[in-house]
T-cell receptor
Framework: SQQGEEDPQALSIQEGENATMNCSYK?????LQWYRQNSGRGLVHLIL?????REKHSGRLRVTLDTSKKSSSLLITASRAADTASYFC??????????FGKGTRLSVIA | GAVVSQHPSRVICKSGTSVKIECRSL??????MFWYRQFPKQSLMLMAT?????????EQGVEKDKFLINHASLTLSTLTVTSAHPEDSSFYIC?????????????FGPGTRLTVL
């Protein structure tokens, strides 16, 4: 079953702008992960944030987690054309497999 | 470390034939493997979970007789799409958990694109 819901479904921005994607989920989680997928390709793991963490950074990526609202956001700063891809959040609850959200298709226009 | 491979990366077959996809963990023992399916412009949907040496657990709506999963060793799981039809055309991605020490983490293969004519 699908748990995460991302919004927006699609986002188009100019190179250099920041991109923010949001993810909401329904049940309690152990951690939440963000993945990137270029068109027709496999998944690239971006970042994992645990349920007891509120914010995490990795390079130009910033992830926040609000467990009270069951939501997370992924911010990509100073976006580049190469950031064009689909971004998915995925949650882990207990020992269950990763459950993916619907994804956000990001287009960065040079 | 934690590399998962899939073979083949791309397959085209005629309707009615069976296709086998292999998923291997190259540098760790995968006690649990997962198979996902992704239709164009959609997200990954979990099809089944397989534990080494036991029968796979299928998600609701996934036909176990059509999608045969074998997890005979700690490094290999196979998904066989039997009597494939055009509606089975999809991107199939396997994922594995390291039973040896990274609990909860899943490592993904690069995917197999199946096209059924």
């Amino acid at each position: 079953s699908q748990q995460g819901e991302e919004d927006p479904q699609a986002l188009s921005i100019q190179e250099g702008e920041n991109a923010t994607m949001n993810c909401s989920y329904k049940t309690s989680i152990n951690n939440l992960q963000w993945y990137r997928q270029n068109s027709g390709r496999g998944l690239v793991h971006l970042i994992l944030i645990r349920s007891n963490e509120r914010e995490k950074h990795s390079g130009r990526l910033r992830v926040t987690l609000d467990t009270s609202k069951k939501s997370s956001s992924l911010l990509i700063t100073a976006s580049r054309a190469a950031d064009t891809a689909s971004y998915f959040c995925a949650t882990v609850s207990g020992n269950t497999p990763l459950v993916f959200g619907k994804g956000t298709r990001l287009s960065v226009i040079a | 470390g934690a590399v998962v491979s899939q073979h083949p990366s791309r397959v085209i077959c005629k309707s009615g034939t069976s296709v086998k996809i292999e998923c291997r963990s190259l540098d760790f023992q995968a006690t649990t493997m997962f198979w996902y399916r992704q239709f164009p412009k959609q997200s990954l949907m979990l099809m089944a979970t397989s534990n080494e040496g036991s029968k796979a657990t299928y998600e609701q709506g996934v036909e176990k007789d059509k999608f045969l999963i074998n997890h005979a060793s700690l490094t290999l799981s196979t998904l066989t799409v039997t009597s494939a039809h055009p509606e089975d055309s999809s991107f199939y991605i396997c994922s594995a958990r390291d039973g040896g020490g990274r609990p909860g983490e899943q490592f993904f293969g690069p995917g197999t694109r199946l096209t059924v004519l």
